[in-house]
């Protein structure tokens, strides 16, 4: 009998016992972990995006954000300015506690590019030439031909008469040439000097461009003396400048 009532009251005490741990625990449930969580939410802080900023202005809003920046590395970038910075770790919009480190990489601008020195060329003198074999012959010489210009000249039509730079100067190898190739002579419409006196036509044919050829004289008494009758070219047509127009001119017979 002693014995049953012994293990009534341990049973009922070991009841009571989980009966006020249990609301000890459901009490700590309600009151404590919310704090609790709460508090860990605080101190969870979202990564800013400091990507492609300048040093001092990540620094910054770094500072704003309890947070810490570290630059990690210095590279060269091509696309990045020098003293921004091309990449972060944690990335943007990662969480990470309260006074956490992000490491960036810093660029060092643009690498620079080693100077490769380049071969100078004296340009040769290639006036007189075909075009054709101005350019053969300059790129033998390590030269290269760029823009050609035609110009009007007494020279034939597709020579070379002149070179840019001018023929002696030294240029590097990477600098094209530009050559300037003759048109030809200017043609011009010869005038009609008929009826004229032989200086009256010498002045308008030096106003063309032109000058007075051979002068043949005849006698004839269909025409005034000392007139101009004739002329070759005919008038109208057209010649270079500095052609020679030949003419008739009627003399009294002496």
Do not use: C, H
């Not at 043609?187 to 461009?209: F, H, M």
């Not at 004289?217 to 070759?232: A, H, L, M, R």
């Amino acid at each position: 009998m002693y014995y049953t009532q012994s293990s009534a009251k341990i049973f009922w005490l070991s009841f009571l016992t989980s009966l006020i741990v249990s609301a000890l625990v459901s009490f700590s449930m309600v009151y404590f972990v919310p704090n609790i969580l709460e508090k860990s939410k605080e101190v969870a802080l979202e990564v800013p995006d400091v990507e492609r900023l300048d040093i001092q202005t990540a620094q910054m809003i770094m500072d704003r954000n309890n947070l810490s920046l570290v630059i990690a590395e210095r590279k060269s970038d091509p696309d990045i300015e020098k003293d921004r910075i091309i990449y972060q770790e944690p990335a943007p919009g990662t969480e990470i506690g309260k006074g956490g480190i992000v490491k960036v990489v810093v660029s060092d601008g643009a690498p620079v590019e080693e100077k490769i020195l380049k071969r100078e060329i004296i340009i040769p003198d290639v006036t007189g030439f075909e075009l054709n074999q101005a350019r053969v012959f300059l790129a033998e010489k390590g030269l290269k031909v760029g823009k050609v210009e035609e110009k009007l000249s007494s020279e034939p039509k597709g020579k070379v008469i002149a070179t840019v730079p001018e023929p002696g100067k030294k240029i590097t190898e990477d600098i094209a040439l530009k050559l300037i190739v003759s048109s030809g002579p200017e043609e011009v419409e010869v005038p009609d000097v008929r009826k004229k006196t032989l200086y009256q036509a010498k002045n308008i044919l030096s106003e063309r461009g032109l000058k007075l050829g051979n002068v043949r004289e005849i006698t004839s008494p269909e025409y005034p003396f000392d007139i101009i009758i004739s002329q070759d070219p005919k008038p109208g047509e057209t010649m270079k400048k500095g052609s020679r127009v030949n003419i008739t001119i009627n003399r009294e017979a002496s």
